[in-house]
């Protein structure tokens, strides 16, 4: 039985047909070796007469003959004919005068040594115009070498032929032969190879031992075919290890063996074998045993490799022999599973033989289109639409088994119905061989595929289109390790670079990140950054802030959202982070919270101000009854009256109030302003000597005052308050300790972000502003304490009202400046104050002038209205005034004013208005009054500033303003000098 045949039998194991295929190739491998070398041997040209006359042959003829041509020519070629061969070649001359066809015999040449040579030749008739045959032409090569080859394959196909007899035989055996058939088998194979002892031996694991299970010796007297033997499998550990992994044990000579092997080496001396072929029965754990085979006793013995391909084939057979019970249920479940497998399977599955289809499955022929019947041995070209596209995938295919084992092509085929399909083609050698043997290939139809890509690309190149033209930064990175796979443009130039498909290099991770601080300051670690977080943790990422460098090498700040791509079991694939620039946000924010800041602070300041304004308003009011009761009744007193003393110091203690009441107006920024235009730096050094005996004895006050440079407009008396205070606070910072307070005047651009930051900011205009600044070396303030410096009140002095930083706020906002806090505690403080500067001109040195005449003598009458809603005001007006010379009338509110003007219009000399009153305001009655008689002096009364006041009645006849708490004679003065200009 042929091994072929083996193959269609259904009692074969797989692995055993697998086994016979391997064999069968290896055979057809080896045929087609010699073929190739009998074509490329150099061929020999003949030319012979009709009646077998060598008319010429080619030089080639001395490498095939022995002769040289001239020994050939003329001498009849049938006399170089081994005579056995002559009636073959006979019979092919006799073929070429009935057909024009060339005839290729096989045929032995003599050689001039005597010796056959096997000659292939293919001859050719050359025919006249006649048609006669005029001359042969023959074309000859050696195939000596073919031929002996072929007698070689013979006799190892006659040895295939009876090992395959046997294999037949023995999968046919009863049980109770199979021991004799095996012994039968051991000795036809070893005498085949010429061994001397051939052995089955089975492991058992639990006892340690291998037994020699089946036996046979070329000595009968050695008894190997008798009994078992049982050998300690540790002498073995080095084969069995071997083993073991599925090789074969392979000793040409003792030295084959390592030297770790002591045990082995030791039992083949003692047996006298140097050569021994060991193959496993099974592997691993499942090791059965070995098939081995002692080459000839005392020599070194080559093991043939076709001997060691059949063994290989009868080891698998011999396994499946002795484990024939078991292994045929799992063969034949395993079959069923792969038939199954093969005709369900959703992919097109098939095999070919030189790329003939050989078979085909159910989802292959849907796939073409054809039937199974249409398939089956027809070339793969049919299903290709041009001959090169069937040599391009045979080419690239082969290439891939070559290299790899195994050909994955992307190619179209054509369907029966002539529409084309894309198919991803996957093929493996059946048995390794890479295009002679079968081949097994899987077709997927990837034509839905192949649309959904070019779909998807078309779809990436709008998104990436999309992406390069996001403003905001976008970058891509694989898993694990954060591998950068794309930068967008606005990505790149947040860190200056320009935007390029990264390299993917673990030093190129994320580089733009590098570096990145928190909002605090402090670095972020490389597994914080959003894109880390998304990738290593699987984080979303909301609106993490970074800080980074940007390309302009300025701070940028960054708000990132990043979260990690998960493919369909939810494993983290890639991550993707997009980066925001809101550093101008941020900057507006800030802008807008710090002018939030001011707007509420200076809402609180004005709140602060219009009660501080209101109290001293009434203040005010309260204290022209004080005053003016005071000094009316000093008046009355001689100078030697015990009660003097006392109004003496009520007044003395009402004017300190009424400075209380200034300090709390020029809070308000409603103080007295007499404005006129100012050399700062000349008017702090008038004021030299008293800044000097202001400080304290230990402090050192350092001037650095340039005259003629700082000129503002402003009220003297106030300025001169800002400085002293200022001087006062700095003394007393340094508490008891030496010291150092510098007072400095300049001019500086202050821009809009430069007066964003001041203290506070009435949304001045940016320009020119003079800069007064006064430092000490003293312990400086806390954030908290800064923060609360020009409350109202407050105060960190052992005593004080905390109403100078105050009044000072005050002052500077009614000059239209701002301040300017430095100040860190244990390191000083520098408080810098900023007026809007002018141009230099002749600057006054005094705070304004008076009339300095004295006071007249003439006698004072006539009617005087005085309105005020204060009764104690209008009570110590009136009797000032009578006392002066005066009739004075009253009126509580501003209605009443005008209806007894209105009464007694011709007779009223001078009005005293007050400003606030209820019912009509006094501006209100102003108007009413100026109507009825346009020429009545009017003095208003207010315990707000002048400016204040005048400013709303600017330019309609106002005669004069008196500002609360006034004396007596400050009023009569007024009026005296009013009458006396009217």
Not at 137 to 145: F, L, W
Not at 465 to 480: L, N
Not at 786 to 795: A, E, I, L, Q, T
């Given at each position: 039985m042929?091994?072929?045949?083996?193959?269609?039998?259904?009692?074969?194991?797989?692995?055993v047909?697998?086994?016979?295929?391997?064999?069968?190739?290896?055979?057809?491998?080896?045929?087609?070796?010699?073929?190739?070398l009998?074509?490329?041997?150099?061929?020999?040209?003949?030319?012979?007469?009709p009646?077998?006359?060598?008319?010429?042959?080619?030089?080639?003829?001395?490498?095939?003959?022995?002769?040289?041509?001239?020994?050939?020519?003329?001498?009849?070629?049938?006399d170089?004919?081994?005579p056995?061969?002559?009636?073959?070649?006979?019979?092919?001359?006799?073929?070429?005068?009935?057909?024009?066809?060339?005839?290729?015999?096989?045929?032995?040449?003599?050689?001039?040594?005597?010796?056959?040579?096997?000659?292939?030749?293919?001859?050719?008739?050359?025919?006249?115009?006649e048609?006669?045959?005029?001359?042969?032409?023959?074309?000859?090569?050696?195939?000596?070498?073919?031929?002996?080859?072929?007698?070689?394959l013979?006799?190892?196909l006659?040895?295939?032929?009876?090992?395959?007899?046997?294999?037949?035989?023995?999968?046919?055996?009863?049980?109770?032969?199979?021991?004799?058939?095996?012994?039968?088998?051991?000795e036809?194979?070893?005498?085949?190879?010429?061994a001397?002892?051939?052995?089955?031996?089975?492991?058992?694991?639990?006892?340690?031992?291998?037994?020699r299970?089946?036996?046979?010796?070329?000595?009968?007297?050695?008894?190997?075919?008798?009994?078992?033997?049982?050998?300690?499998?540790?002498?073995?550990?080095?084969?069995?290890?071997?083993?073991e992994r599925?090789?074969?044990?392979?000793?040409?000579?003792?030295?084959?063996?390592?030297?770790?092997?002591?045990?082995?080496?030791a039992?083949?001396?003692a047996?006298?074998?140097?050569?021994?072929?060991?193959?496993?029965?099974?592997?691993?754990?499942?090791?059965?045993?070995?098939?081995?085979?002692?080459?000839?006793?005392?020599?070194?013995?080559?093991?043939?490799?076709?001997?060691?391909?059949?063994?290989?084939?009868?080891?698998?057979?011999?396994?499946?022999?002795?484990?024939?019970?078991?292994?045929?249920?799992?063969?034949?479940e395993?079959?069923?599973?792969?038939?199954?497998v093969?005709?369900?399977?959703?992919?097109?599955?098939?095999?070919?033989r030189?790329?003939v289809?050989?078979?085909?499955n159910?989802?292959?022929?849907?796939?073409?289109?054809?039937?199974?019947?249409?398939?089956l041995?027809?070339?793969?070209?049919?299903?290709?639409?041009?001959?090169?596209?069937?040599?391009?995938?045979?080419?690239?295919?082969?290439?891939?088994?070559?290299?790899?084992?195994?050909?994955?092509?992307?190619?179209?085929w054509?369907?029966?119905?002539?529409?084309?399909?894309?198919?991803?083609?996957?093929?493996?050698?059946?048995?390794?061989?890479?295009?002679?043997?079968e081949?097994?290939?899987?077709?997927?139809?990837?034509?839905?595929?192949?649309?959904?890509?070019?779909?998807?690309?078309?779809?990436?190149?709008?998104?990436q289109?999309?992406?390069?033209?996001?403003?905001?930064?976008i970058?891509?990175?694989?898993?694990?390790d954060?591998?950068?796979?794309?930068?967008?443009?606005?990505?790149?130039?947040?860190?200056?670079?320009?935007?390029?498909?990264v390299s993917?290099?673990?030093?190129e991770?994320?580089?733009w990140?590098?570096?990145?601080r928190?909002?605090?300051?402090?670095?972020?670690?490389?597994?914080?950054?959003?894109?880390?977080?998304?990738?290593?943790?699987?984080?979303?990422?909301?609106?993490?802030?970074?800080?980074?460098?940007g390309?302009?090498?300025?701070?940028?700040w960054?708000?990132?959202?990043?979260?990690?791509?998960?493919?369909?079991?939810?494993?983290?694939?890639?991550?993707?982070?997009?980066?925001?620039?809101?550093?101008?946000?941020?900057?507006?924010?800030?802008?807008?919270?710090?002018?939030?800041?001011?707007?509420?602070?200076?809402q609180?300041?004005?709140?602060?101000?219009?009660?501080?304004?209101?109290?001293?308003?009434?203040?005010?009011?309260?204290?022209?009854?004080?005053?003016?009761n005071?000094?009316?009744?000093?008046?009355?007193?001689?100078?030697?009256?015990?009660?003097?003393?006392?109004?003496?110091q009520?007044?003395?203690?009402?004017?300190?109030?009424?400075?209380?009441?200034?300090?709390?107006l020029?809070?308000?920024?409603?103080g007295?302003?007499?404005?006129?235009?100012?050399?700062?730096?000349?008017?702090?050094?008038?004021?030299?000597?008293?800044?000097?005996?202001?400080?304290?004895?230990?402090?050192v006050?350092?001037?650095?005052?340039?005259?003629?440079?700082a000129?503002?407009?402003?009220?003297?008396?106030?300025?001169?308050?800002?400085?002293?205070?200022?001087?006062?606070?700095?003394?007393?910072?340094?508490?008891?300790?030496?010291?150092?307070?510098?007072?400095?005047?300049?001019?500086?651009?202050?821009?809009?972000?430069?007066?964003?930051?001041?203290?506070i900011?009435?949304?001045?205009?940016?320009g020119?502003?003079?800069a007064?600044?006064?430092?000490?070396?003293?312990?400086?303030?806390?954030?908290?304490?800064?923060?609360?410096?020009?409350?109202?009140?407050?105060?960190?002095?052992r005593?004080?009202?905390?109403?100078?930083?105050?009044?000072v706020?005050?002052?500077?906002?009614?000059?239209?400046?701002?301040?300017?806090?430095?100040?860190?505690r244990?390191?000083?403080?520098?408080?810098?104050?900023?007026?809007?500067?002018?141009?230099?001109?002749?600057?006054?040195?005094?705070?304004?002038?008076?009339?300095?005449?004295?006071?007249g003598s003439?006698?004072?009458?006539?009617?005087?209205?005085?309105?005020?809603?204060?009764?104690?005001?209008?009570q110590?007006?009136r009797?000032?005034?009578?006392?002066?010379?005066?009739?004075?009338?009253?009126?509580?509110d501003?209605?009443?004013?005008?209806?007894?003007?209105?009464?007694?219009?011709?007779?009223?000399?001078?009005?005293?208005?007050?400003l606030?009153?209820?019912?009509?305001?006094?501006?209100?009655?102003?108007a009413?009054?100026?109507?009825?008689r346009?020429?009545?002096?009017?003095?208003?009364?207010?315990?707000?500033?002048?400016?204040?006041?005048?400013n709303?009645?600017?330019?309609?006849?106002?005669a004069?303003?008196?500002?609360?708490?006034?004396?007596?004679?400050?009023?009569?003065?007024?009026?005296?000098?009013?009458?006396r200009?009217?």
């Amino acid at each position: 039985m042929a091994l072929v045949d083996l193959l269609a039998r259904d009692d074969v194991p797989e692995h055993v047909k697998q086994a016979i295929r391997e064999e069968l190739d290896a055979a057809r491998e080896s045929e087609e070796r010699y073929r190739l070398l009998a074509a490329n041997a150099t061929d020999m040209i003949i030319r012979l007469a009709p009646d077998g006359t060598i008319i010429d042959v080619s030089p080639s003829s001395r490498h095939l003959s022995g002769y040289d041509p001239a020994e050939l020519i003329g001498r009849c070629g049938r006399d170089f004919v081994y005579p056995n061969d002559l009636g073959t070649l006979l019979r092919a001359q006799e073929a070429l005068l009935d057909r024009p066809e060339a005839q290729t015999i096989e045929w032995r040449l003599i050689h001039k040594n005597g010796a056959p040579v096997w000659i292939e030749t293919t001859t050719q008739a050359v025919r006249g115009p006649e048609g006669t045959i005029t001359e042969f032409v023959a074309v000859g090569r050696d195939i000596s070498d073919r031929k002996r080859a072929e007698d070689e394959l013979a006799k190892r196909l006659d040895l295939e032929s009876r090992v395959s007899h046997m294999l037949g035989s023995l999968i046919q055996l009863p049980p109770g032969e199979l021991d004799n058939g095996i012994r039968e088998a051991l000795e036809m194979l070893s005498t085949s190879v010429g061994a001397q002892r051939a052995g089955v031996f089975v492991i058992d694991r639990a006892a340690g031992t291998a037994a020699r299970t089946h036996g046979w010796s070329a000595h009968p007297e050695d008894a190997w075919d008798r009994g078992t033997l049982a050998i300690d499998t540790e002498l073995f550990a080095h084969s069995i290890r071997l083993m073991e992994r599925g090789e074969i044990l392979r000793v040409s000579r003792p030295t084959d063996l390592p030297r770790s092997a002591v045990g082995e080496q030791a039992l083949w001396d003692a047996d006298g074998f140097r050569a021994g072929l060991f193959f496993p029965l099974g592997s691993g754990e499942t090791l059965y045993g070995a098939l081995g085979f002692y080459g000839p006793t005392g020599r070194e013995f080559a093991w043939p490799d076709h001997f060691i391909s059949l063994v290989t084939v009868v080891a698998d057979a011999l396994l499946a022999l002795l484990r024939r019970r078991e292994a045929e249920e799992a063969l034949i479940e395993r079959e069923a599973r792969l038939q199954s497998v093969f005709r369900s399977a959703p992919v097109g599955i098939g095999l070919t033989r030189d790329r003939v289809i050989l078979e085909a499955n159910d989802r292959l022929c849907e796939m073409t289109g054809y039937a199974r019947e249409e398939l089956l041995g027809q070339s793969a070209r049919m299903l290709y639409g041009s001959d090169e596209a069937y040599e391009v995938v045979g080419r690239e295919k082969y290439r891939q088994i070559r290299e790899q084992g195994t050909g994955t092509v992307e190619t179209c085929w054509r369907r029966k119905d002539g529409t084309f399909i894309d198919v991803l083609l996957s093929s493996t050698p059946l048995h390794g061989s890479e295009g002679s043997g079968e081949i097994t290939f899987t077709a997927l139809d990837i034509t839905a595929r192949k649309s959904a890509e070019a779909e998807l690309r078309r779809t990436q190149g709008l998104l990436q289109a999309a992406i390069d033209q996001s403003s905001s930064g976008i970058v891509i990175a694989d898993a694990p390790d954060v591998r950068v796979r794309m930068v967008n443009a606005a990505a790149a130039n947040l860190r200056g670079r320009e935007p390029e498909p990264v390299s993917g290099d673990p030093g190129e991770r994320a580089t733009w990140q590098w570096h990145a601080r928190r909002p605090d300051g402090t670095a972020i670690a490389f597994g914080d950054l959003p894109l880390a977080r998304a990738i290593q943790r699987g984080e979303v990422v909301r609106n993490q802030l970074l800080i980074v460098q940007g390309s302009d090498g300025g701070e940028r700040w960054i708000s990132a959202n990043a979260a990690p791509v998960r493919d369909a079991d939810g494993t983290v694939r890639a991550g993707i982070v997009v980066l925001n620039d809101i550093t101008d946000l941020r900057r507006a924010e800030e802008e807008r919270r710090q002018l939030e800041a001011q707007v509420q602070h200076t809402q609180k300041l004005e709140s602060l101000g219009v009660l501080a304004g209101g109290i001293a308003h009434d203040f005010n009011n309260m204290l022209v009854g004080v005053l003016g009761n005071a000094a009316m009744a000093l008046a009355q007193l001689g100078p030697e009256s015990p009660a003097r003393n006392c109004l003496e110091q009520i007044e003395t203690a009402a004017l300190r109030a009424a400075d209380l009441a200034k300090q709390m107006l020029a809070y308000s920024g409603r103080g007295r302003f007499v404005v006129e235009t100012l050399d700062l730096a000349r008017l702090v050094e008038e004021m030299s000597h008293l800044l000097e005996s202001s400080i304290s004895k230990k402090a050192v006050l350092r001037r650095e005052l340039e005259p003629g440079v700082a000129i503002v407009e402003g009220d003297a008396t106030q300025l001169r308050q800002i400085v002293m205070n200022l001087i006062t606070n700095a003394s007393e910072a340094l508490d008891d300790d030496p010291g150092v307070i510098t007072i400095a005047a300049s001019v500086i651009e202050a821009d809009r972000e430069y007066l964003l930051t001041t203290y506070i900011d009435d949304d001045l205009q940016p320009g020119r502003y003079v800069a007064l600044e006064v430092s000490d070396t003293g312990h400086g303030m806390d954030e908290d304490t800064k923060s609360r410096m020009f409350d109202p009140f407050f105060s960190t002095k052992r005593t004080g009202r905390g109403l100078g930083m105050a009044a000072v706020l005050g002052i500077v906002r009614g000059h239209g400046g701002a301040i300017k806090v430095y100040s860190e505690r244990g390191r000083g403080t520098c408080v810098k104050v900023l007026l809007p500067c002018v141009e230099p001109s002749v600057p006054s040195a005094m705070n304004g002038t008076s009339d300095t005449s004295a006071p007249g003598s003439e006698v004072l009458s006539g009617t005087i209205l005085v309105a005020d809603d204060e009764e104690a005001v209008r009570q110590v007006t009136r009797l000032a005034l009578e006392m002066a010379g005066f009739t004075v009338i009253t009126a509580a509110d501003g209605e009443e004013a005008v209806e007894c003007f209105a009464a007694h219009a011709s007779e009223v000399r001078a009005i005293l208005l007050d400003l606030s009153m209820p019912k009509m305001s006094g501006d209100e009655a102003f108007a009413a009054i100026k109507r009825i008689r346009p020429d009545v002096p009017v003095i208003l009364s207010s315990g707000f500033n002048e400016q204040d006041t005048t400013n709303r009645l600017a330019g309609r006849g106002l005669a004069g303003f008196i500002q609360k708490p006034y004396r007596p004679t400050e009023l009569i003065e007024k009026l005296r000098q009013l009458l006396r200009g009217a």
